[in-house]
């Protein structure tokens, strides 16, 4: 197995937050390469970066493998659980902790460099741009940290929990709110550039493709909008909330829903394309490839269907609550269930 030029270095494999993948998989994973059972439950998803995968788990450890045999590198003890995502930038190892901080490791040896003071506990992944990370917490702030020291530049309160993961452009910061609002943020003076309101929650990151900003609210529907203005572009209702983050390829946007079906929406308009087929309970966020989609569901099931038509092209069963995504790669799949187990497969 040489996948160690596949990087997915942050939630949803990178700052674009699509839930890319590089290329398909034509047959689900059947071989077991190694796993690696964790004392604690993990809530967030796996990185890959130059061969070493890095986990997050609750018993408040950071866990680095060899991504080719399993072996542990080493790991890192935090103040409490972290349900955070690691985020990878150049040689750091950047995570958020239910203590309210922000931690930043070497990435060769996870010895600390610095640790940011926060509020309430982080559940976000830490997004790096120019120099500085943003993160939001359960107890409504939002902030910059300079990525070299640690030291915090601005912050900003809101009045819901922030569980959705920011994208950043090159002037704003989108994310989602419980409070029921997508936020955009100037990145420089934490200042609203905008403020669309839905139904409810937002908990999952946005997309931003083509000029659009893709939300999914806990009121039934994904929403594009303007990422310049926030003018709504379109809006389409699914049968239950959305929890998860879209994905985008293809010219499509994929959006798992708690109602069972995966939607396949076209980019531009919202019109839906195809619709899969009724599944289990699915938070996790879709991972699309060149010519697939992947989703997975709360009972540990896989399913991938074509981008194009929505046929199913396979299912497996890999066991245990899958309630983060796993990394998608044409050597081998990585992923961490709630009971604590990461595997690679092949």
Request: proline share 4%.
């Amino acid at each position: 197995m040489d996948d160690s030029t596949t990087n997915w270095v942050t939630l949803l494999a990178g700052n674009d937050r699509r839930g890319g993948t590089s290329a398909a998989r034509t047959k689900g994973p059947d071989e077991l390469i190694w796993k690696a059972t964790l004392p604690e439950s993990i809530r967030s998803s796996p990185v890959l970066h130059a061969g070493v995968l890095y986990v997050t788990c609750r018993d408040g450890h950071l866990y680095a493998f060899e991504n080719r045999t399993g072996k542990e590198r080493w790991k890192f003890q935090a103040g409490a659980p972290i349900h955070s995502t690691p985020s990878i930038s150049g040689d750091l190892v950047l995570f958020g902790c239910d203590d309210g901080a922000v931690y930043a490791l070497d990435h060769t040896s996870g010895g600390l460099r610095w640790r940011a003071e926060g509020g309430g506990p982080i559940w976000t992944s830490p997004v790096v741009s120019s120099g500085l990370v943003y993160i939001g917490s359960t107890d409504g702030t939002f902030k910059s940290v300079d990525r070299n020291n640690g030291h915090v530049g601005w912050t900003r309160q809101l009045p819901g929990r922030i569980h959705s993961t920011a994208y950043v452009s090159d002037r704003l910061a989108y994310f989602g709110c419980s409070d029921g609002r997508v936020y955009a943020l100037d990145h420089a003076s934490g200042r609203d550039a905008w403020v669309h309101e839905t139904g409810d929650s937002v908990t999952a990151a946005p997309a931003v493709v083509n000029g659009l900003v893709l939300a999914g609210s806990e009121d039934y529907s994904v929403y594009a909008l303007d990422a310049a203005s926030g003018r709504l572009r379109w809006r389409v209702e699914t049968g239950l909330g959305i929890a998860s983050a879209p994905a985008v390829a293809d010219g499509r946007v994929f959006v798992a829903s708690k109602d069972g079906h995966l939607y396949a929406l076209a980019l531009d308009d919202g019109k839906e394309v195809w619709k899969s087929a009724s599944m289990r309970t699915m938070t996790a966020a879709p991972v699309a490839g060149d010519s697939i989609v992947c989703i997975q569901t709360h009972y540990g099931e896989t399913h991938a269907f074509d981008i194009k038509t929505g046929k199913e092209l396979w299912a497996a069963n890999l066991g245990g609550s899958l309630q983060s995504t796993p990394i998608v790669t044409p050597e081998a799949v990585y992923l961490a269930t709630y009971q604590g187990v990461v595997y690679a497969l092949r």
